[in-house]
């Protein structure tokens, strides 16, 4: 069985402990034809077969992780009342769980005093961090690295602000010369620090950069979307241990827990470590702010509604696995972690592939050997069809040849980018699967190798 279903007892009782909160009303009792509903759901099922296996280990592709049950069924329990956590009027409960969640992440990032809120991903809680920035040094430029995630660029193309990309070095990090070639010539306000590339899992060199900031004067705004939560694990190298443990001195941190924090898709998050500038974000709204004198969560956030339920499905998760070091959801990031190593051992050793470097967090990217970069792109694109066929589901990306170069000089570097594979093992039970995944790929490879 691949889908979990047994949890789903508890949410029927979850839901008559709910029910107790209208005792006190009138009778009421909508009615739906559940003969209907049930013809239609059915559809949706079959459609829904349609999709890769994302819930299971043998998918090592995309950045995809199935959501924990705890958030699945709390956010499906609280869909009963649908909160809006824009006002204290549309979701009093969940604008309270809003807040504690958000106050543990910026815990976990040893903040106490931080401003934040949900939104509805990354590139959401991405473009509020610019426009505080935008606003705090205003006509000054945004600089990230071309490994950063690429809707910075579009993201200050809507908020009007310059951007400019800052080269990568062998590594996929941010190359310092090159930052530093840019701040000589003026005008940057804010540098975007990647802690996680999506691409290639890399970790932007913050300790370097905390030293030109205190040379230059510029904003730190950490995207740690995909890779935040690595701070709470124990098997990083140890200067990317360093790095994490500088999160602290940047001026805003965006984290993702729809990615590796186990909630589903619409949860994002964005931590100011400065709370004044929830000055910035003041307005008169004339008709949502009645009950409280309390601050309500739409008036330091861009959007208005909001879902209230992804609020209450992390606050669950975060009751079930708190955010802990040593603790059980540190754990399983660790082994995340060990998985991607194990893959790459197996991968470096192979004569048939070429790594590029050894995973910093848990994305592996590795590509084919052969005559020159052409080729082994076409036979990763088609060990990649061969692997699905046999059910193992890895992913290709586009890449700099920089970051092969150096490991295999002997390859026709006849083109600038080289499609390689990139496997994001963001489950934790990959770490069981990677001997199944490797037979299935070192299978594949021979056939297609020999074809
Ligand atoms: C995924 C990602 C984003 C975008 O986040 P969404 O939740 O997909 O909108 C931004 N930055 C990084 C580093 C990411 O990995």
Known sequence: MVLEKSSLLTLQKALDRLEESFKDLPAYNPTIEVEKVEAVLSTVAERMKDNFPYPHPLYAGQMLKPPHPIARLAYTLSLWINPNNHALDGGRASTLMEKEVVAEIAKMFGWSTALGHLCGGGTMANLESLWIAGQSSPGKKIVASEQAHYTHNRICGVLALPFQSVESDKFGRMDIRSLKRLLDEGDVGTVVVTIGTTATGSVDPLSEILKLQSQYNFRIHADAAYGGYFTLTDNLRPETTIEYSLLKEVDSIVIDPHKHGLQPYGCGCVLFRDPSVGRFYKHDSPY??????????????????????????????????????????????????????????????????????????????????????????????????????EGLHLATADLPIKFFVENFPDMIYDQQRITCFRSCLLKPEHLDWIDHIWQTLDKVTRLTLTK
């Open 288 to 389: 949502t702010y009645f009950t409280s004198s309390e601050i309500h969560l739409g008036e330091i956030s861009l959007e208005c509604s909001r879902p209230g339920s992804a609020a209450v499905a992390l606050w669950a998760t975060q009751q079930l696995l708190p955010l802990e070091k040593g603790g059980e959801f540190a754990k399983s990031l660790s082994r995340c972690r060990e998985a991607a190593k194990k893959l790459f051992e197996k991968v470096s050793n192979d004569g048939r592939f070429l790594t590029a470097f050894a995973p910093e967090l848990d994305i592996l990217i590795w590509a084919v050997k052969a005559e020159s970069v052409s080729r082994s792109s076409l036979l990763a694109k088609e060990i990649f069809v061969q692997a699905s066929k």
